[in-house]
């Protein structure tokens, strides 16, 4: 064991209450998200004992008395992916009849073959990500939860947060460590982070990277892509441009399923619905980072930069600012941090033609859903809302309701019903 991993002052998480709901009832949960996110406090705090895995005396402890995980106590794994036979061990654990929140496992690396020990009906799965809006100080005063429902409430609240407070939050990013940090500071960590990733985490995985300035080009490629549904072609192309020589289309995939296996990579799943008749569907995900703060760093930008236009991203891949796309995915990230609290799915919608789409749809276990649009503009008018009315005229009633994300002063309803939130005043 180490040094408590417990935070000094412990700020509950949108999270917690999924986890608590679990844990009351299941024997072993593994909290999973990329490193920094705040899973080990989390987890922690409903713990009698903490293992810390990185440690190598941890794992040389643990390796020479496995029995000291399974005496009884509540038992913290933290990143049991650095001792793998763990896993297996709090299966069987379950099996032989653990009880309740007995084992709480925290993993940034997803298992390389789930279908071979995932623990599936004995270990339950929880994903944790970055600082919502909510989870940052603000206070909503607009329920996602209510809105899934389809309660259609009156939307209320005033906030003064304008452009440049979003701005500052999404360089700022959501790791908890990180966001409070002075300005350079956190710059050189988000950096850190980054050269980590490519130059430890992904060969902890076992994958190969031969050209670790490669991998980062291409992630700073994917970062300038994100909330596009730009193609992984296209990508690799902006990753290499002029005559330098292409990576091979495994290395590529490589690349790519390590960073997702980090949950550095973040997509955002096309939306199929099984319920509805809707034709011509793209598939295609939107590209999202875990954080937008890591595409910011990636691609050497600033608060001001983005506040002025200074679009050194690129135009190719979009229509607009980069910093729409940087709220969009912030947003993205919120909502799918409170829909999670509701055991809803988020996902996002267009046609193949890109006749009709709709930034985010959050849909129920019943397959009735919210739709979502994100707008980097404090005024809202007929024209951003087409796509919504749109879709409310194809899905009827499986459609509950319908919402735009702005960054403007004032939640309300608009006379056709969509109701428009600022995003800070939006909650779980």
């Known amino acids: ?11 509950r998480r949108v999270v917690d209450v999924e986890l608590d709901e679990l844990l009351s009832g299941a024997a072993a949960v593994s909290l999973e998200g990329a490193k920094g996110v705040g899973k080990s406090a989390t987890a922690a705090e409903r713990v009698d004992a903490e293992f810390r895995l990185e440690s190598p005396v941890v794992r040389d402890l643990v390796e020479a008395d496995p029995d000291r995980l399974v005496d009884g106590r509540r038992v913290l ?3 049991w992916q650095h001792l793998p036979f763990t896993w297996d061990l709090v299966r069987r654990a379950v099996d032989a009849g653990a009880t309740p929140g007995q084992f709480l496992l925290t993993g940034s ?4 073959d789930p279908g071979r020990h995932s623990g599936a009906g004995r270990i339950l799965r929880v994903r944790m990500r970055p600082l919502a809006l909510a989870e940052r100080g603000y206070e909503p005063t607009v329920s996602l939860a209510d809105l899934v429902a389809g309660h259609r409430r009156a939307v209320t609240g005033t906030t003064t947060v304008g452009l440049t407070t979003y701005t500052a939050e999404i360089v700022a990013s959501g790791f908890p ?3 409070l940090l002075p300005a350079r500071i956190r710059r050189a960590q988000l950096d850190s982070y980054i050269e980590r990733v490519v130059d430890r985490d992904i060969a902890e995985l076992g994958a190969k990277i031969r050209n670790p300035s490669a991998a980062k080009r291409w992630m700073r490629a994917y970062s300038a892509a994100t909330a596009t549904t730009t193609t992984y072609a296209k990508i690799a192309a902006a990753a290499n441009p002029g005559n330098r020589e292409q990576p091979a289309r495994a290395t590529l995939t490589a690349y790519r399923d390590a960073l997702e296996r980090l949950f550095i990579l973040d997509p955002l799943p096309g939306w199929l619905p099984t319920n509805a008749h809707l034709n011509e569907l793209a598939a295609s995900p939107k590209h999202h980072l875990a954080d937008p703060a890591l595409a910011v760093a990636l691609l050497g930008l600033d608060e001001n930069a983005l506040l002025a236009g200074d679009d050194r991203a690129g135009t190719a891949f979009r229509d607009g600012p980069f910093l729409g796309a940087l709220f ?3 947003v993205a990230l919120s909502v799918r941090v409170y829909a999670q609290r509701s055991d809803a799915r988020v996902a996002h919608f267009r046609m193949h033609r890109g006749d009709h789409e709709v930034d985010l749809i959050v849909e129920r276990r019943d397959g ?3 739709g979502i649009e994100v707008k980097l503009s404090p005024i809202v008018n007929d024209d951003d809302v087409r ?3 749109w879709l409310r005229d194809r899905l009827g009633p499986d459609l509950v309701d319908t919402a735009i994300i702005t960054t403007g002063p004032h939640a309300y309803r608009r006379p056709d ?3 428009v939130i600022p995003a800070i005043l939006l909650g779980p």
């Open 1 to 11: 064991m180490s040094d408590s991993l417990r935070a000094a002052r412990y700020r």
């Open 77 to 79: 794994l933290d990143e």
């Open 109 to 112: 690396a997803s298992l390389a």
């Open 177 to 179: 460590g990180i966001r």
């Open 328 to 330: 969009e995915s912030l």
């Open 368 to 370: 009735r859903c919210l």
């Open 387 to 389: 796509h919504l009315l």
């Open 417 to 419: 019903g969509i109701a």
